[in-house]
């Protein structure tokens, strides 16, 4: 049976399927508060990590390509209006992803058409890259708590992933908290144009990557320590 209340109220059902199925991560990215919650299967599709991430630490993030072989399994999210467009705005517009419509079966059998974001064909990467073990945990652990099949969640345990130095965790870390800070106001242009040019600086190769990087890391970062040192942590 098709669920068609977001198509007559203006409410959104919204599918996630990556970070966003952590509840904390909702929480602190988007404050959204969710109608209600329930998971789900999309069929034809499949996992990617093809998104770039945010250097030194993180190599890709999650997106969906079209496979007809394949299934992802997610959340699905009913929000109004008001805070769909908080997460649209979170996710940097349409900077870095496009939305498109899918239909995706409730473990419970109903048919529900939810909106979902994909990788912008302009960010897209050409080769997927390996995630990071700190933003796959993150999945995995949305993946448990969104009470996905056991057998989704073995896969998702099986990936692999990549390592990072404490330090290059830390500088990313705080480079994005730096950045949901900030893309959260009036400098939210600015904060995605310099996530972009941090991330096309992975292109480069030696030398070249680590001298951009610094470059453009080390203003955001001396602006999230004085935002530490001022006890004013921004939020991730």
């Not at 977001?6 to 959104?12: E, K, M, P, Q, T």
């Not at 952590?22 to 959204?32: F, G």
């Not at 692999?160 to 800070?181: I, K, N």
Request: with cysteine.
């Amino acid at each position: 049976m098709a669920d068609t209340t977001s198509r007559s109220s203006g409410d959104v059902w919204y599918f996630a399927y990556g970070s966003n199925l952590h509840p904390q991560r909702r929480a602190t990215r988007a404050e959204l508060s969710p109608i209600a919650l329930t998971p789900g299967t999309l069929c034809g599709w499949r996992l990617v990590f093809d998104m770039p991430g945010v250097p030194p630490a993180e190599p890709a993030m999650a997106s969906i390509r079209r496979d007809p072989g394949s299934e992802v399994h997610g959340l699905l999210l009913h929000l109004r209006a008001v805070d769909f467009a908080a997460l649209i705005g979170s996710e940097g517009g349409d900077r870095f992803y496009v939305r498109e419509q899918v239909r995706v079966i409730t473990y419970d059998g109903r048919e529900v058409t939810a909106e979902v974001f994909v990788a912008a064909p302009g960010r897209r990467l050409q080769c997927e890259r390996t995630p990071s073990r700190r933003y796959l945990e993150l999945i995995r652990e949305g993946a448990r708590l969104s009470a996905l099949r056991p057998e989704y969640c073995a896969w998702l345990d099986a990936l692999p992933h990549a390592e990072a130095s404490p330090t290059a965790r830390w500088a990313s870390d705080l480079f994005l908290e730096v950045f949901m800070r900030a893309s959260r106001g009036s400098l939210r242009e600015l904060a995605h144009g310099w996530l972009a040019a941090l991330q096309r600086t992975e292109d480069l190769a030696g030398l070249r990557r680590r001298v951009a990087q610094g470059v453009l890391l080390a203003p955001v970062l001396g602006v999230g320590v004085g935002l530490r040192l001022g006890g004013r942590k921004p939020r991730s």
